[in-house]
């Protein structure tokens, strides 16, 4: 017995009590659960404090939280200090010397070079899912009917990399916006879609006049159509957008509704991660200043080289409105890794910072760390 609680509490305190994906459906970050070599391991050690010792994390985030834990007097602040601990004892793929980090909470991005921010910038994430969403999705389930269809825009937290961005991008509308905001606005009034720029297609066959479709003949849940928004000043993913494999569909994108950075709280999105900064990161994903300069150029800003090794002028700034309504890709010198995460407590500036819990996944994650007490 003595040696099964031994295994199990070094367990804990090596790779976590909670295993993330367990209670979290939107958790896609890999994470490092104990094997037969940790066992036999911990069989062979020679010295039980010894062995904690090694065990204990040594990451200077980790003890910084720890000893924030040990001297707060505040009940409240020890519980989010022991979740957001949990959080690091999660043994995640490494990300190398350099990479981006979306942390929820903060609604900020940050791009690291070893200890060095290269840049940081507000973002706007996710809404956070309906109230009683569990038990709204049994009604759901039950009913069939969209209106108790319950709403989960939140951004998930995964580990991918960056392989490409597109300048003067369109959006290809998800078919959950279609029904609960497109399809609506446009059976509402004939010239919405034209005012918002979004083509309609069916059977990959563009209509040319979609004020003439009879929406009404046509149910929310089996609409027919294709939704694009084309390029331009009106398109919701602004003029740039970062592509990075993952099952949720999300990427990181310029917005048309700079406002939303204003907002103290910015999970306003329908999923998707909005960057105050896109040029900036553009700028330091390239690593190259006269491709840097043809991103500038399609978005018809002023290129910042004038000259060429050859001598010649880079691309002079377009002024024909098709140049705003081309798409193009670039890719990145290199594939920069991305890590989208939720910590409500970290070390920084010296001193701990403590953000909103703005899923609520701190509760639930205390919920289930209580268990194992």
């Known amino acids: 017995m003595a040696s099964d609680a031994f295994t199990r509490y070094t367990r804990y305190l090596k790779f976590g009590a909670v295993n993330p994906k367990d209670i979290f459906t939107r958790y896609y970050i890999a994470v490092k659960q104990p094997d037969s070599t ?3 391991c911990l069989l062979k050690a020679p010295a039980i404090l010894d062995t904690l010792r090694v065990l204990q994390h040594k990451s200077p985030q980790y003890k910084s939280l720890q000893h924030a834990y ?13 979740v ?7 043994v995640m793929p490494s990300a190398g010397e ?36 569990d038990e709204q999705q049994k009604i759901f389930a039950r009913t069939g009917d969209l209106d108790d269809k319950p709403q989960n825009k939140e951004t998930p937290l995964l580990f991918s990399q960056i392989k490409k961005l597109y300048t003067n991008p369109v959006w290809n509308i998800p078919e959950s916006i279609v029904q609960e905001e497109i399809y609506p606005m446009a059976r ?26 009879k929406w009404y003949k046509y149910n929310r849940d089996r609409i027919p159509f294709l939704f694009v928004q084309q390029p ?19 990427y990181l994108h310029d917005t048309n509704f700079k406002q939303g950075f204003k907002l103290t709280n910015r999970a306003i999105s329908h999923g998707c991660i909005r960057l105050e900064k896109p040029l900036e ?65 970290w070390f920084q500036n010296n001193k701990i910072q403590y953000w909103p819990d703005v899923y609520g996944m701190d509760e639930k994650l205390w919920l289930a760390m209580k268990k194992f007490r």
């Open 188 to 213: 509402r009034s004939s010239r919405y879609l034209m005012r918002k720029n979004i083509a309609v297609f069916r059977n990959n066959k563009r209509i040319e006049n979609p004020a003439t479709i």
């Open 98 to 133: 350099k990479f981006i980090q979306v942390n929820i909470p903060d609604f900020r991005l940050f791009y690291f070079c070893g200890s060095d921010t290269l840049i940081s910038m507000k973002v706007c994430v996710g809404e956070k899912r309906d109230l009683n969403y």
């Open 70 to 82: 040990l001297i707060s007097r505040n009940d409240s602040l020890k519980k989010i200090l022991l």
């Open 232 to 250: 331009g000043t009106n398109n919701s993913l602004g003029r740039l957008k970062f592509i990075f494999p993952n099952s949720s569909s999300v």
């Open 281 to 345: 990161l553009a700028r330091l994903l390239v690593e190259d200043s006269l491709k840097y300069d043809s991103i500038r150029s399609e978005l018809n800003l002023k290129p910042l080289k004038v000259f060429v090794a050859t001598g010649k002028k880079t691309k002079s700034i377009a002024t024909d409105k098709e140049k705003e309504r081309s798409t193009f890709q670039f890719v990145p010198k290199a594939e920069t890794p991305i890590l989208i995460t939720y910590f409500t407590a």
């Open 38 to 40: 940790f066992n036999a």
């Open 84 to 90: 957001n601990m949990e959080r690091l004892r999660w």
